[in-house]
């Protein structure tokens, strides 16, 4: 490793930027503010950055030839996939000292194999692509969220993504069998390995997963696939509360779990936004409902009777009064339409006003009982604060997002995010939960992480930042506080 630990941090110079031009070519590096400034904002607008250059490598080994340059001048990298972090992970501070280095040219699937079921597939991948690829040999990448189109593959990993096929699959920690990384000098670990067992040592690949681009820049990954289902049934549920749907999921549970491949609640608000905020969504049920949830039952056996259960399982509820109303998908199109409603709920939200996000999970037992608690203390805390929870409850996952009071100002909504997140948090303590349950820490809960993962657990992980990165120029200010 190069000592770059005695290299102070220092504003990217014209030479270091002509050098890193001569390895990427012109169409590998922006300069112009104008074509940097999508890239130094977040989807969220919660930060607004600065950066001299966004450098897009075409390969690999151009990635690592910048970034052992940059190791050398002691310039600060943040590593950017499709810029969709909800906690500001990949966006650049504001004094214009750090390089962004874009993943989105490393876009190639590099191999598919149906027999061994894995893909390997580079960091710039959109998730969306990945999965057409999988499905075109047959194959499931079971990993889905709602900016799949624009996620890529490199930041999915790198902030372990959850989305709404964990309660089947896991997180893409679980998806995740090799890893190719640039480390911070510079270095390629290939540890493209496509093994299902292979007990050699520290789980490395894991380290980086979940790192948030703090640790190096995950460049190409090898995905675990599954069978591609053969059967799916999907229905929207209206629901009286959060109570009638864990009734409704431990009802699918109890008749078989392993069919369950999504369990999403939503909110009325939520549906109201998206309703009036979305071109060409449309509300199937009949009346609207307190809350919604949408369930996907899938199976890779064609002839599985999914159909028949779900219509079982749902009379039965709608007669124990458990379910207000249900429509179930007869068509893909149906399909789509109905998780559109569930996928459009941040855009929603965000054409509505300003918004607080908690990404937090509790046991999926008491989902229930923590959005009741936690509607009341920001109620308690704001009156005409707009509680908007909605998500993955079949995990446990709830996005217990607020929305701004109507007539209020954004600005100053925005400004108590801290006391809004802090007293949601105190629920979520109470039932032994996280404070980030899939969007990671990024610039926005750094400061939570003493109090939440203080003691050895923090110090161990500022001492594996500090061995793998001594001088701390991968993706500064993220994660650790
Ligand atoms: C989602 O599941 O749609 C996003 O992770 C949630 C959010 O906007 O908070
Ligand atoms: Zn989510």
């Known amino acids: 490793?190069?000592?770059?630990?005695?290299?102070?941090?220092?504003?990217?110079?014209?030479?270091?930027?002509?050098?890193?031009?001569?390895?990427?070519?012109?169409?590998?590096?922006?300069?112009?503010?104008?074509?940097?400034?999508?890239?130094?904002?977040?989807?969220?607008?919660?930060?607004?950055?600065?950066t001299a250059a966004v450098i897009r490598p075409g390969t690999t080994q151009e990635l690592a030839a910048?970034?052992?340059?940059?190791?050398?001048?002691g310039t600060p990298i943040v590593p950017q996939g499709g810029n969709t972090s909800m906690v500001g992970g990949a966006v650049p501070n504001a004094d214009g000292s750090e390089l962004i280095l874009s993943t989105s040219r490393l876009?190639?699937?590099?191999?598919?194999?149906?027999?061994?079921?894995?893909?390997?597939?580079?960091?710039?991948v959109t998730l969306k692509a990945a999965q057409i690829a999988a499905a075109e040999q047959g194959c499931l990448l079971p990993l889905s969220i709602s900016s799949e189109g624009t996620a890529q593959i490199g930041g999915v990993l790198a902030v372990n993504a959850g989305g709404n096929n964990?309660?089947?699959?896991?997180?893409?920690?679980?998806?995740?069998?090799?890893?190719?990384?640039?480390?911070?000098?510079?270095?390629?670990?290939?540890?493209?390995?496509?093994?299902?067992?292979?007990?050699?040592?520290?789980?490395?690949?894991?380290?980086?997963?979940?790192?948030?681009?703090?640790?190096g820049i995950?460049?190409?990954?090898?995905?675990?696939?599954?069978?591609?289902?053969?059967?799916?049934?999907?229905?929207?549920?209206?629901?009286e509360s959060p109570e009638a749907a864990l009734q409704l999921f431990t009802r699918f549970q109890a008749h078989d779990a392993a069919s369950i491949s999504a369990f999403e609640l939503m909110s009325g608000l939520g549906m109201s936004f998206v309703l009036k905020h979305i071109p060409g969504a449309?509300?199937?049920?009949?009346?609207?409902?307190?809350?919604?949830?949408?369930v996907e039952l899938a199976s890779p056996r064609p002839g599985a009777g999914l159909r028949g259960m779900l219509e079982q399982i749902l009379e039965q509820a709608l007669a124990d009064e458990i379910v207000q109303d249900a429509a179930i998908a007869e068509s893909d199109a149906q399909r789509a339409a109905l998780w559109r409603l569930r996928e459009e709920h941040s855009e929603g939200q965000?054409?509505?006003?300003?918004?607080?996000?908690?990404?937090?999970?509790?046991?999926?037992?008491?989902?229930?009982?923590?959005?009741?608690?936690?509607?009341?203390?920001?109620?308690?805390?704001?009156?005409?604060?707009?509680?908007?929870?909605?998500?993955?409850?079949?995990?446990?996952?709830?996005?217990?997002?607020?929305?701004?009071?109507?007539?209020?100002?954004?600005?100053?909504?925005?400004?108590?995010?801290?006391?809004?997140?802090?007293?949601?948090?105190?629920?979520?303590?109470?039932?032994?939960g996280s404070f980030s349950a899939e969007h990671g820490i990024g610039k926005l809960k750094p400061y939570m992480m003493p109090d939440w993962r203080g003691g050895a657990e923090l110090a161990l992980m500022q001492r594996i930042k500090a061995a793998i990165d001594p001088a701390g120029i991968m993706n500064p200010g993220k994660v650790l506080p």
């Open 350 to 432: 965000k054409r509505e006003g300003a918004s607080v996000k908690n990404d937090v999970s509790v046991p999926v037992s008491k989902v229930p009982a923590f959005i009741r608690k936690a509607t009341a203390a920001c109620e308690a805390l704001m009156p005409g604060i707009r509680v908007v929870p909605f998500g993955h409850m079949g995990d446990g996952n709830i996005h217990f997002n607020l929305e701004q009071p109507i007539g209020s100002d954004g600005a100053w909504f925005l400004a108590q995010d801290h006391a809004i997140m802090d007293a949601v948090n105190e629920i979520v303590r109470e039932y032994d």
């Open 166 to 215: 964990t309660v089947r699959y896991g997180n893409a920690r679980d998806l995740v069998l090799g890893l190719e990384v640039v480390l911070p000098d510079g270095t390629i670990w290939n540890g493209l390995r496509r093994l299902r067992k292979d007990n050699t040592g520290y789980c490395l690949r894991q380290l980086f997963v979940g790192s948030e681009g703090t640790l």
């Open 107 to 124: 876009n190639r699937i590099r191999d598919l194999d149906p027999a061994d079921m894995t893909l390997t597939v580079e960091a710039g």
């Open 66 to 73: 910048v970034v052992t340059l940059c190791a050398r001048s």
């Open 282 to 294: 449309t509300m199937p049920l009949a009346s609207p409902a307190p809350f919604y949830a949408l």
């Open 1 to 50: 490793m190069p000592d770059t630990a005695t290299v102070p941090a220092s504003a990217p110079t014209a030479a270091l930027l002509d050098a890193i031009r001569a390895i990427v070519g012109d169409r590998g590096i922006l300069t112009e503010q104008s074509d940097t400034a999508p890239y130094a904002e977040d989807w969220r607008r919660l930060y607004q950055g600065r």
């Open 218 to 239: 995950i460049t190409a990954a090898v995905l675990k696939l599954a069978p591609q289902p053969k059967e799916i049934a999907v229905a929207l549920c209206g629901v």
